[in-house]
């Protein structure tokens, strides 16, 4: 079947520009993860939905990071007034159920550049 | 809070010899582990888990992982190295609250020479 696909696999936009980065989990899993990796770097966990509900948006660096889900399937992150500090590869995960045990599956990620 | 360290940034093994990536973890109850593997240009994929049953863990490719509560350890190994296996690899732990995040190592290249 099909996995986690991420749309589009490379962004590269201008300082202070809005981007918007997509992701389409498996189909069935209810529990989607948006992560962040930057070079050098383990990926960093920025929000997590359990259905179509943000349950935990701890990791998100500050107000000009958004993400929705609005039907519980595909999900989007916004990035408002992007700096160049926001370059990185965000990943993003689904799995099953979001138990701590679950596996998390992940997709190939958007590398973003900020110019 | 839980963290995981991933020690040493490069490994490089001959093809044949023994893979040994460690990684050591931090936290006040009982951790649950995960080895991913990142090939170029692919997604993260789970190589194995430590869930609190079996502490030898065997997982794809032919790795496994020993869960060593004493040392704080959950060390990846291979007995014998594939060129294939020429990938990055992270530990992460389980934050074991009702999300399921993941809390990642700096992850481990691994080299492998002909």
């Known amino acids: 079947g099909a996995g986690v696909s991420q749309t589009p696999s490379n962004k590269v936009t201008e300082k202070g520009k809005y981007v918007e980065l997509r992701c389409d989990p498996i189909?069935?899993?209810?529990?989607l993860y948006w992560y962040r990796q930057s070079l050098g770097q383990g990926p960093e966990f920025l929000i997590y939905f359990q259905g179509t509900g943000a349950a935990d948006d701890s990791g998100l660096p500050n107000d000009r990071f958004f993400a929705v889900r609005p039907e519980g399937s595909v999900s989007t992150l916004k990035i408002q007034r992007t700096e160049r500090g926001d370059s990185a590869v965000y990943l993003c995960?689904?799995?099953?159920?979001?138990?701590?045990?679950?596996?998390?599956?992940f997709g190939p990620g958007t590398r973003l550049t900020v110019l | 809070a839980q963290s995981v360290t991933q020690l040493g940034s490069h490994v490089s093994v001959s093809e044949g010899a023994l893979v040994l990536l460690r990684c050591n973890y931090s936290s006040s109850v009982p951790p649950y582990l995960f080895w991913y593997v990142q090939y170029p240009n692919q997604g993260l994929q789970l190589l194995l888990k430590?869930?609190?049953?079996?502490?030898l863990v065997k997982g794809i490719n032919g790795f496994e992982a020993e869960f060593k509560k004493s040392e704080t350890s959950f060390h990846l190994t291979k007995p014998s190295a594939h060129m294939s296996d020429a990938a990055e690899y992270f530990c992460?732990?389980?934050?074991?609250?009702?999300?399921?995040?993941?809390?990642f190592g700096q992850g481990t290249t691994l080299q492998v020479k002909p």
């Open positions: 992460a732990v389980s934050d074991r609250s009702n999300t399921g995040k993941l809390i």
């Open positions: 189909s069935g899993h209810t529990a």
């Open positions: 430590y869930t609190s049953a079996a502490t």
């Open positions: 995960a689904s799995s099953f159920d979001s138990g701590p045990t679950d596996t998390q599956y």
